[in-house]
């Protein structure tokens, strides 16, 4: 096992923290190197050792966020759409700023690619194959989707005043008048 040296942790620690805080703070699209690595009393040589530029660096973090969310949904393959929703809305929840920050942003369309990518495969798990209306899979993937993403983003911007119980309910009822069969698992959730 590779030991990673205190001092590359310790410049990463610092360049990833500068970067949220400017992200909350400043939006993703004002954000530069150079200011990064100044607020980060850190080098722009140093910075470039470890990214190529603050949009590798943003990969990189959602990266990290999408390997949680694929975890807690990896520990709820069993639950139904609703829990799953729940814990899945919970996350957005927690790191809440950092999300709208992102939907906020013109310049940070990896991060939506990467949400709907993931968010497409997680539907592909949970829904019965003889749900797809139409023929073409990915258009059906892609539809439900953006219409889940799109809800995400609402919530995430404070425009849907509801809490996530109710928000997963209505989801979960959309589905079912579109006809939408889920797979639940035995224990009965329906």
């Not at 700023?97 to 906020?104: H, N, Q, R, T």
Request: glycine share 4%.
């Amino acid at each position: 096992m590779n030991k990673i040296d205190r001092r590359v942790l310790k410049s990463r620690q610092a360049i990833q923290s500068t970067f949220l805080q400017m992200l909350v703070k400043e939006g993703f699209d004002e954000i530069t190197v150079r200011n990064m690595t100044e607020k980060a009393n850190i080098s722009r040589k140093t910075f470039y050792l470890h990214y190529m530029d603050k949009y590798d660096l943003l990969d990189k973090i959602v990266d990290d966020h999408i390997a949680q969310l694929r975890e807690i949904c990896d520990q709820k393959k069993d639950t139904g759409l609703i829990e799953d929703s729940v814990s899945w809305f919970s996350y957005f929840e927690q790191h809440k700023s950092f999300f709208a920050a992102l939907f906020k942003s013109r310049d940070a369309s990896s991060f939506r690619k990467k949400l709907s990518s993931f968010t497409m495969g997680e539907i592909n798990k949970k829904i019965n194959e003889d749900s797809y209306p139409i023929t073409d899979k990915h258009i059906f993937l892609k539809f439900l989707g953006t219409a889940i993403i799109g809800v995400l983003e609402s919530y995430i911007l404070d425009e849907v005043d509801s809490d996530i119980e109710i928000v997963a309910m209505q989801v979960k009822q959309l589905l079912y008048k579109l006809n939408i069969q889920i797979t639940f698992p035995k224990t009965g959730y329906a």
